[in-house]
């Protein structure tokens, strides 16, 4: 006798991000910059007072707290998650029954269809035209005709960049019955946001993160937002200390320096538009680049020489996201923009 995987998980491989040291980071749409040493020292202050011993607090009231107050919302709304991964996992395998049906819009964040196969939950696409974006009046169609129970979509979208209007949004809420979950996860760096409307609708869930804009992807930090019934309920499902000491005692720091969080924050949109313009000033002149506009901080690129200019970055120690007929990349430092567009252009000239 000996025990085999079963079908779902027989074939899959652990995720492998870009191994290595690079002088620039542009695949993750990571913050390009640490702390400033005024928060560090905050930060390291406020390690020092865990008792290590302990578990965690199950609620991460603090950190819910800080985050709460950042934007101005309810904190008995908020749950918070080892990063947004363990959320959207949780809403998928807690709020779907056996043989109800979601819904994603492709292509969008891969994560979503990925754990719905591990919760083995029916999972459809509705599928974006040629410009990246969606008929929000179609999609309500869509989800009301096939009874789907769940729909999940990152808005602004990863990879494209694209967003629907907080307008358009609503009318979606407000027309199905599922249950709408809004993955906003770079929305700081847009301003059509839903996370302060939650509580006047049954059916939303809004989630945020703490590693894009906030600039702390090493914390792993998550929070889903809607009203008290679905927060309650998020609460019961979720494991008692899902989020460590650690995280919640150095995000209650961060969240509180919201001055510096909101200018870092208009940097990062302006060297997107800088990374933005320069793309398109390439495209211009050698044609095999389509480049979208983005509410991110990245700038999605529609090219047939995708694989080719990211093996030459990589070779000049550039790291951006190669993704078959389009390349992401990151919107850096400003010198790391440069140094970016730059080498393209070199590319280019051969």
């Keep these: 006798m000996s025990y085999e995987l079963n079908k779902k998980i027989r074939e899959l491989e652990p995720y492998e991000p870009i191994s290595g040291t690079y002088k620039i980071r542009l695949d993750a749409n990571e913050c390009p910059v640490s702390y400033p040493e005024e928060i560090m020292k905050q930060v390291r202050e406020a390690i020092e007072k865990i008792d290590f011993n302990r578990y965690p607090d199950p609620l991460a009231t603090e950190v819910v707290n800080s985050f709460s107050e950042y934007y101005g919302i309810n904190p008995d709304c908020v749950t918070a998650g080892n990063g947004s991964d363990e959320l959207i996992f949780l809403t998928e395998s807690a709020f779907l029954e056996k043989g109800e049906k979601m819904l994603v819009v492709a292509p969008d964040f891969s994560m979503y269809n990925f754990y719905s196969s591990i919760c083995e939950v029916e999972c459809d696409s509705f599928i974006k035209d040629e410009s990246l974006n969606f008929d929000v009046d179609a999609l309500i169609e869509k989800i009301n005709g096939d009874n789907i129970k769940l729909v999940i979509f ?48 049954s059916n939303l869930i809004v989630f945020r993160t703490a590693s894009k804009s906030v600039g702390s992807a090493a914390l792993r930090l998550g929070f889903a937002v809607a009203n008290k019934t679905i927060s309650k309920a998020l609460k019961a499902v979720k494991s008692p200390y899902n ?59 529609k090219t047939p020489e995708g694989k080719a200019i990211w093996e030459y970055l990589k070779s000049n120690s550039i790291v951006i996201r190669y993704m078959g007929d389009y390349i992401r990349i990151s919107a850096g430092t400003e010198q790391e923009v440069d140094e970016t567009l730059c080498c393209i252009e070199k590319y280019f000239m051969g």
């Design 154 to 201: 990152s808005n602004p979208c990863n990879p494209t960049g694209q967003g629907i209007t907080a307008e358009q949004a609503r009318r979606l809420v407000t027309s199905v019955n599922a249950l709408v979950i809004l993955d906003e996860a770079y929305m700081d760096f847009w301003n059509q946001s839903l996370i302060a409307e939650t509580e006047k609708y």
């Design 243 to 301: 989020v460590n000491s650690i995280s919640q005692a150095i995000g209650t720091v961060i969240y509180k320096n919201k001055e510096y969080l909101l200018n870092r924050q208009k940097a990062i949109v302006s060297n997107r538009e800088k990374l933005y313009n320069g793309l398109v000033e390439i495209a211009e002149k050698y044609k095999s680049l389509t480049v979208y506009n983005s509410c991110a901080n990245f700038v999605f690129v």
